[in-house]
């Protein structure tokens, strides 16, 4: 499978949302992303021209159209996924360690300044959306708005996804902390693995 679709992050986070409801139709997609569904209609295209989807009409013996639902051909490992299991493992492990909320804090802080001052000469939102990005989280901003799907935090800590959550704010607040940006208001949804947050001037 070409590689171009996997660095793309929406059109990641269609697949693997493909891999986990194989079936699913594109305004599912939509919802359990929280892409658009133009937007998922021409990911869903892209990955049937490299060969990686197909598509399965259902009419379900109602008249008129019917419902298109779509399916991985093959169940490809994303390039990084395979550290997942011992991601997990070192998530449960620092659970177990009880190192405390404000110990979680400051660790997201510093890996947040850290990347803000490695990623210098862009945007502080710019930065903000790369530094999540790496984190494995599908990025969409939307004015002030910035909704993150595909989240990870339940897959690497499916028994605290919380700890994660509250990691990836002061990720955000570390990468912002030199400029005129603020975020407010986080609000994480980690059973449909959307998170938002609004992005202010500061």
């Known amino acids: 499978m070409p590689v171009e679709w996997i660095a793309n992050r929406a059109r990641l986070a269609v697949a693997r949302r493909l891999a986990e409801v194989p079936g699913a139709s594109?305004?599912?997609?939509?919802?359990?992303?929280?892409?658009?569904?133009?937007?998922v209609r021409t990911h869903l295209r892209a990955l049937e021209s490299d060969g990686a989807v197909e598509r399965l009409a259902e009419s379900g013996g109602r008249p008129g159209r019917p419902v298109v639902r779509y399916r991985l051909r093959r169940g490809p490992v994303p390039t990084g996924d395979e550290f997942l299991p011992l991601s997990a493992l070192l998530a449960t492990a620092l659970a177990g360690?009880?190192?405390g909320p404000e110990r979680v804090r400051e660790a997201g802080l510093d890996w947040g300044r850290r990347w803000s001052r490695g990623e210098g000469g862009e945007d502080a939102v710019e930065r903000l959306r790369l530094a999540l990005?790496?984190?494995?989280?599908?990025?969409?901003?939307?004015?002030?708005?910035l909704r993150l799907s595909a989240c990870p935090c339940p897959l690497v800590s499916p028994d605290d996804p919380g700890m994660?959550?509250?990691?990836a704010d002061a990720v955000i607040e570390g990468v912002l902390e030199?400029?005129?940006r603020r975020s407010e208001r986080n609000h994480h949804d980690s059973k449909?693995?959307?998170?938002?947050?609004?992005?202010?001037?500061?």
């Open 192 to 202: 449909a693995r959307r998170c938002t947050a609004t992005i202010s001037a500061g």
């Open 97 to 99: 360690l009880g190192p």
């Open 178 to 180: 030199d400029s005129s």
């Open 164 to 167: 994660l959550c509250g990691l």
């Open 26 to 39: 594109a305004p599912e997609l939509a919802a359990a992303t929280g892409l658009h569904l133009n937007t």
């Open 133 to 145: 990005e790496r984190l494995g989280f599908a990025v969409e901003l939307d004015g002030e708005r």
